[in-house]
């Protein structure tokens, strides 16, 4: 378990509709700090502006998928430890497999119920290593 709370998330998505019931649920019911990029290629400058503890990626996103963003995150000496959290509907096994070897934190599938994210998050947060 991580030695502090965990506070501020970036959420990486496109979709607005989703990026508003997300933030709604992590602000309001996890009362956490959160910014939201709809632009997959904006989101290293987000990461080095915001200082995320945890970053919550959609997997399908146009101009970069999450996959892509998430080796990027792990080849930049700033991002690799940064635990990412994947949001998808449409991932398989084996896909998700890979992720986990690269050391993704965990998947939330959508949907997603609003009330019971802060506390998946949680859950993946608190089950990372020191």
């Given at each position: 378990?991580?030695?502090?709370p ?7 998505e496109?979709?607005e509709?989703?990026q ?13 700090t959160?910014?939201?990029?709809g ?6 400058e ?16 146009p ?19 940064l ?15 890979e ?7 965990g998947t ?14 949680r859950a ?6 020191d």
């Amino acid at each position: 378990m991580p030695q502090r709370p965990l506070n501020r998330i970036l959420y990486i998505e496109d979709e607005e509709d989703i990026q508003r019931i997300a933030r709604l649920a992590l602000e309001r019911i996890g009362k956490f700090t959160v910014e939201v990029v709809g632009d997959p290629l904006k989101a290293m400058e987000a990461i080095a502006a915001f200082g995320p503890d945890l970053v919550l990626l959609d997997w399908m996103m146009p101009g970069m998928d999450g996959p892509t963003l998430f080796r990027r995150l792990r080849e930049d000496e700033r991002t690799k430890h940064l635990p990412v959290v994947f949001m998808t509907a449409k991932a398989s096994a084996a896909e998700l497999a890979e992720l986990q070897q690269l050391g993704a934190a965990g998947t939330i599938s959508k949907p997603f119920a609003p009330k019971e994210l802060p506390d998946q998050l949680r859950a993946i947060w608190n089950a990372l290593p020191d």
